[in-house]
């Protein structure tokens, strides 16, 4: 256990390090994390809206600072190039992220071309349950997304990273707030990219 909790701080790290660098990002992963940890809750109490959290929310917010904010230029306190980070990211890069994006984006045609969706729902009475539907598609392509990520890396890097990195992705929301508790005051101070040069060269 030893050693899967040394690989777990790693992947931790490197996520940090890596592509956490603008406080808009941090920010916005903080509000991400928040709604997962709701999303957390109700999904024991009601899937559906889980689902709608997860992705309207959590996802939209926790992407978009991936996607708009963080820079994509040469790290300088990493000493690496964005295509490096790039390819050397565990879970999914941007690359993938489009590709699941596209999905979840296109999921809720299949309710309009069959509102059974092969036989598991009911037909939609109305725009309530269309939308309650495409929660629970949302909350499939999630759970899917994360299991068919691990097993790949089962494949790929073995099954310790592969549950390593499953592990993170679902304590992700508890040590984003640990993490990014203090982003919004550092955005209100001016600050838009976390001076991280400057600590590293102190030490």
Not at 39 to 48: C, E, I, N, R, T
Not at 70 to 94: F, H, M, R, S
């Amino acid at each position: 256990m030893s050693e899967f909790f040394k690989q777990l701080a790693i992947q931790r790290w490197d996520d940090h390090r890596y592509y956490h660098h603008s406080r808009i990002n941090q920010t916005l992963h903080l509000i991400s994390a928040l709604s997962f940890l709701c999303a957390y809750v109700m999904l024991f109490k009601d899937p559906a809206i889980a689902g709608l959290i997860g992705w309207l929310v959590s996802m939209t917010t926790r992407q978009s600072g991936h996607f708009f904010f963080e820079p994509l230029g040469y790290d300088e306190v990493n000493q690496a190039t964005n295509e490096y980070k790039e390819a050397i990211k565990v879970g999914y890069n941007l690359r993938r992220k489009v590709i699941l994006i596209t999905i979840w984006a296109a999921s809720p045609l299949l309710l309009i071309l069959d509102p059974t969706l092969f036989g598991l729902f009911t037909p939609d009475a109305n725009l309530y349950e269309f939308i309650r539907h495409t929660g629970l598609i949302w909350l499939a392509i999630g759970i899917g997304g994360l299991i068919f990520r691990t097993i790949h890396l089962f494949y790929l890097k073995g099954v310790m990273s592969g549950l390593v990195w499953m592990t993170k992705i679902l304590t992700d929301p508890f040590h984003d707030v640990l993490l990014y508790h203090k982003a919004p005051l550092a955005l209100l101070r001016g600050e838009l990219i976390e001076n991280r040069l400057a600590h590293h060269k102190a030490e």
